[in-house]
Structure formats: structure tokens, C-alpha cells
């Protein structure tokens, strides 16, 4: 079964930093891009940032450029997200996600998600 | 930044009735649209429906459709089943930063 699985969030003062990590298994996991997309309490999906294959190209929003850092251990299965100097307006559930193939930028598989909160 | 705009915000439909919704972007994105439901409540994940503007994903029902291309894309699912109630979401991929649409609550009428 094709499964992500994240884990990381918590509760952490503005300022601070947090790493969240995915976990993916039922799929090759170095053939697919992969993205983070977080949620904000009762709001809409905002991507947030995505890495490719083979971890050598990487994007990110305007929101949280040079701020949080995405990365892959391919020979782990898993994705990373560095979050550093954290405000409120990160507070969301962060969700990591697969794209469907090379050639589109859909997401198919996504992950249960992890709660962050930032807040004093 | 490519802006996608939802309409409308909120559609309320009876079961078993035909649900339109539109999406518009601020830009051309080609057929690099995608669609997403998510239902209400905790850890209710969005599930890819259609990608390509109109190609349905891997095991969503034919009553999902999409259709569009450059700047104007409608979902349309044409009879409505009690678990389709949720929020749908547009997203393009066709320009970096990747962009979703604010999405549009389908609710029993």
C-alpha cells in the first residue's frame, strides 16, 4: 500500500525552529518529487515547497523562503522540512505529498498530516 | 505569482442534483490544472480527482469531470452522492510557486 506518514509538529514558541520528517513506503520513493502543502486552521491548502527526485532541485513560496529547508534521504524513504525562525502565521497541519510522475505537477499520495503551532 | 480564484465560495445542491464549479486563473496555465476534494474533520487529507484539466485519477468515479484549458476550468460532478459533500480545491502546476484556488464548499441543500 502507497503510504505517507508524517510526523515533527508540535508546539513551538515564535522564533524557534522544527524539523518534520515523512515517512514513505509502497512506492519508489527516489523516482517522485515531493511536496509539503500546510493548512491553516480553518483555511484553504497553500503549497509550501517541493524537492525533486533526486534532491538536487528544490522550490519554495514566497512565505517561507529562506526560512525552512527541504530535503530527502532517499536511501531512508524519507522527506524533511527544516522550519527555522518560526511566526504564527506558520501555524498549520502540514501535509507531505507525491507527485503522480515527472511529466505533471498533481499530487496523488498525501500523507495524514502534522500539527505545528506556533505560539508563546 | 499565478492567482486562482474559485466560484463560488459556497454551493449548496440536493443529492442526486448536477454541482458546477469554476475556477479561473489569473494567467494562462494551460491544461496544468488539477482538482482535490477534502472532506471535513481531522486529518481528512485532500484525494487528487482530476489532473490534466480533465482526466480523472485512478479510481474516481465517472460522475467527476473536468474541462477547461489556459485560464477557465469547471468541475462538474453530475449527480451528486451524499459523499461528495466536502471542499474542492483547483491547483495549477504550470508555474512556479505552484498555486491553489481558495476553494468551494459543496453543502446539502
Known amino acids: 500500500e502507497v503510504q505517507l506518514l508524517e510526523s515533527g509538529g508540535g508546539l513551538v514558541q515564535p522564533g524557534g525552529s522544527l524539523r518534520l520528517s515523512c515517512a514513505a513506503s509502497?512506492?519508489?520513493?527516489?523516482?517522485?518529487?515531493m511536496s509539503w502543502v500546510r493548512q491553516a486552521p480553518g483555511k484553504g491548502l497553500e503549497w509550501v515547497s517541493l524537492i525533486g527526485a533526486s534532491g538536487t532541485i528544490t522550490h519554495y513560496a514566497e512565505s517561507v523562503k529562506g526560512r525552512f529547508t527541504i530535503s530527502r534521504d532517499n536511501s531512508k524513504n524519507t522527506l524533511y522540512m527544516q522550519m527555522n525562525s518560526l511566526r504564527a502565521g506558520d501555524t498549520a497541519v502540514y501535509y507531505c505529498?507525491?507527485?503522480?510522475?515527472?511529466?505533471?505537477?498533481?499530487?496523488?499520495?498525501w500523507g495524514l498530516g502534522t500539527t505545528v503551532t506556533v505560539s508563546s | 505569482e499565478i492567482v486562482m480564484t474559485q466560484s463560488p465560495g459556497t454551493l449548496s445542491v440536493s443529492p442526486g442534483e448536477r454541482a458546477t464549479l469554476s475556477c479561473r486563473a489569473s494567467?494562462?496555465?494551460?491544461?496544468?490544472l488539477a482538482w482535490y476534494q477534502q472532506k471535513p474533520g481531522h486529518g481528512q487529507a485532500p484525494r487528487l480527482l482530476i489532473y490534466g484539466a480533465s482526466t480523472r485519477a485512478t479510481g474516481i468515479p465517472a460522475r467527476f469531470s473536468g474541462s477547461g484549458s489556459g485560464t477557465e476550468f469547471t468541475l462538474t460532478i453530475s449527480s451528486l452522492q451524499s459523499e461528495d459533500f466536502a471542499v474542492y480545491y483547483c491547483?495549477?502546476?504550470?508555474?512556479?510557486?505552484?498555486?491553489f484556488g481558495q476553494g468551494t464548499k459543496v453543502e446539502i441543500k
Open positions: 505529498a507525491k507527485d503522480q510522475s515527472v511529466t505533471t505537477g498533481d499530487m496523488d499520495v
Open positions: 491547483q495549477q502546476y504550470n508555474n512556479w510557486p505552484r498555486t
Open positions: 494567467q494562462s496555465v494551460n491544461s496544468n
Open positions: 509502497g512506492f519508489t520513493f527516489s523516482n517522485y518529487a
